[in-house]
């Protein structure tokens, strides 16, 4: 199938946002979209999303016959593939002109530089090496490929473990991960691909550009770097002549932007790490029920929480504390049930209709009092309840509260916030008159 | 069936959900028997005597016998009669090849402007896009548009002046953007004077007095579509506010 066209008008749109240094995605000319890498639940397993850019890496490994020119060093191998889930415009098993150059622009930015030291890779030498396979898939097209795969592909191979191997004699055995733990691969550098497209002849250069720039720009620049500074590979297509100094800026750029995804890229290896030695959910358990497709998504939610802490207090203010319960002396035999045991008693409801009478002749008097005596009211109002107190001294919450000697913080507590129910009461009762 | 499809009007199903097509329980004797008819819009389909859901999404009801599902999709199926925003792609013999978006692309007669005659031909050139109508939309048959209505007007049809941007939501949002008294639209209007042109097929076009503006616009209807009412409006205000 067909990609969708560009209309003429996204085009010149586009263009005439760019002279005037404004993206689709209200980015700044030099800033990438928002980065994240996860771990799936295996070693080697990375995916990275770059905006709407989705990318997943896996990285396996067999035992091989080395080349004959190399006999003691391990192979390295990288597949790129694009499908149609991706986008549209991709077929599926056949290699495109896109997918050779994303090929062989991440086996110079991986393999070229020697950035994985592969004689590590040797087993016995002329006879057997660890073959390392990168696949890189495609998961949503939406600009950028190249660096998406390249961070995906390295943070892989940096997560990835091969099994330990023993060799005794001209015996070798490979451990599974049960008997000892598997090996890291030995990495030297990271190399990370950072792009740069150039509109207007290199008049404008844009870094990290989306679907709908690429296909409006002039040419492409691909600079791969390690966070030290040494240029790994670099690429120029589309046709452009740019000068000294534009490749030099780009450079400069892309040592920036290298050591801010280096620092991510390690970060997120570090989480892993950390996540996966403490035994919890990691890599696809932890990041996948959020993405729910049947809830409606949205990336962050705003809350409101202007009057919360009030609405808290009040919450804990108003409500009744929790009815101390006090141990029957009765031992109950294992095995047989009873009722009523550890329940707040409700046979004294009668006299709590008292009080509220009582309590309803003296808030009548408060009420008149101005809101501005409040301090007074509040004292009054704390005199009424010890008396109340003294009255009720057969209520059965009142004597919990003498049967335990470790509890007189709580009583006041307690008594506080019968007050305020009352006044609750009073209040309501007032509203009916 | 009705009483039922009635009832659950307002409710999320899914594929596979079904209706049977038992009558009432109890008839009156009195009124005139009327037999029960129900007009099924998209997402509703019969199959012998059960009535089936084929989309996920709300059930939508409206007066007297019509229910339809709505959906959240953004895959566009032509409808007869339906406008929408397409982008030519061809440019042979006396049709344009047009994308909407769709399985595969619509014609469009040079003949179908106002006031195109064989010697008098539209100026279109590959690239433009044209705001026009589905003539024919039938499964079996390649889809054909039109840039007129009935009596031979453009009717606000044809093809875009200079401008703008063209960008694609989802097909929820178009239709909740072209109902009587949306409160989308009254929001926006309330932020910046606005061109708005919506496709039936999921495609926006909007022109503004800068750039920043319209892809202020563009940004803010790409993102309501998964915001409930509150959250929308709590983010147009904030852009109201001057928070870009």
């Known amino acids: ?433 | 069936m009705l009483s039922t499809l009635k009832e659950r009007t307002g409710e999320v199903l899914l594929p596979g959900d079904e209706f049977s097509f038992e009558t009432d329980d109890s008839i009156s004797l009195t009124g005139p028997v009327r037999p029960e008819k129900v007009v099924c819009g998209p997402g509703l389909r019969r199959s012998g005597d059960r009535l089936l859901v084929c989309k996920s999404g709300v059930l939508r009801h409206k007066q007297p016998h019509m229910f339809w599902m709505d959906s959240q999709q953004r895959r566009y199926v032509p409808a007869k009669g339906e406008t929408i925003i397409g982008i030519v792609t061809v440019k042979s013999g006396d049709v344009f090849k047009v994308d909407f978006g769709g399985s595969e692309q619509a014609s469009l007669s040079y003949l179908a402007f106002e006031g195109s005659t064989k010697r008098n031909r539209p100026n279109v050139q590959v690239g433009d896009l044209v705001f026009s109508q589905f003539l024919i939309a039938n499964k079996d048959m390649e889809p054909e548009l039109v840039c007129v209505d009935s009596s031979g007007r453009a009717n606000g049809m044809g093809v875009f002046g200079g401008g703008g941007l063209v960008f694609t939501v989802s097909l929820g949002l178009v239709r909740r953007l072209l109902t009587p008294h949306s409160e989308v639209l009254a929001d926006l209007q309330q932020l910046f004077p606005c061109e708005l042109v919506v496709g039936m097929n999921g495609r926006l076009w909007v022109k503004s007095s800068s750039v920043q503006q319209t892809l202020v616009i563009s940004n803010l209807l790409q993102s309501c579509d998964a915001m409930t009412a509150q959250q929308r409006r709590q983010l147009f205000r904030r852009v109201a506010q001057g928070a870009l």
């Open chain 1, 1 to 433: 199938m067909k990609d969708t066209p560009l209309s003429n008008c996204e085009r010149d749109f586009l263009l005439k946002a760019i002279e005037e240094k404004k993206r689709l995605d209200g980015r700044q000319t030099y800033d990438y979209r928002k980065m994240k890498i996860t771990f799936g639940t295996d070693y080697g397993c990375c995916f990275v999303d770059l905006g709407k850019t989705r990318v997943m890496a896996q990285v396996s490994c067999e035992l091989v016959t080395p080349k004959e020119n190399r006999p003691n060093e391990g192979i390295m191998f990288f597949n790129i593939e694009l499908s149609p889930m991706a986008s549209p415009a991709f077929e599926q098993g056949r290699q495109s002109e896109l997918s050779v150059k994303l090929n062989r622009q991440l086996e110079r930015c991986l393999r070229n530089s020697k950035c994985i030291d592969t004689e590590s890779l040797c087993v016995v030498s002329g006879e057997k090496v660890w073959q390392i396979r990168v696949d890189v898939h495609m998961l949503n097209h939406d600009g950028n490929l190249m660096d998406a795969a390249s961070i995906a592909a390295i943070t892989a191979l940096c997560h990835f473990r091969r099994p330990d191997v023993g060799i005794q004699g001209d015996e070798v055995t490979v451990y599974s991960p049960e008997e000892r733990d598997p090996i890291p691969l030995s990495i030297y550098h990271m190399p990370i691909s950072v792009s740069f497209s150039f509109f207007q002849q290199g008049t404008y250069l844009l870094v990290d550009p989306c679907e709908r720039e690429e296909r409006v720009m002039d040419g492409l620049l691909m600079i791969a770097m390690n966070k030290h500074r040494e240029i790994c590979s670099i690429q120029s297509s589309g046709g452009i002549m740019l000068l000294k100094e534009q490749v030099m800026r780009c450079s400069k750029i892309a040592s920036v932007k290298v050591s801010e995804i280096t620092e991510l890229l390690s970060k997120a290896l570090e989480n892993d790490k950390k996540a996966r030695k403490e035994g919890g959910r990691c890599g696809f358990a932890e990041s996948m029920p959020q993405e729910r497709i049947t809830a409606l998504k949205m990336d962050e939610t705003s809350v409101e929480m202007t009057d919360v802490t009030e609405r808290a207090k009040d919450i804990v203010q108003k409500t009744e504390a929790p009815p101390q319960l006090v141990r029957s002396p009765v031992v109950p035999v294992p095995g047989v049930g009873q009722v009523g045991q550890g329940l707040q008693n409700t046979w004294g409801l009668e006299e709590e209709d008292e009080e509220e009478t009582e309590e309803c002749d003296n808030s009548d008097e408060e009420q008149e009092e101005k809101v501005t005596k409040m301090e007074e009211e509040e004292h009054e109002k704390e005199a009424s309840r010890e008396g109340d107190v003294v009255e009720i001294s057969d209520s059965e919450e009142e004597d919990v509260v003498i049967l335990h000697p470790e509890t007189p913080d709580k009583t006041p507590k307690n008594t506080e916030s019968r007050s305020h129910q009352k006044g609750a009461a009073a209040s309501k009762k007032r509203q009916k008159k």
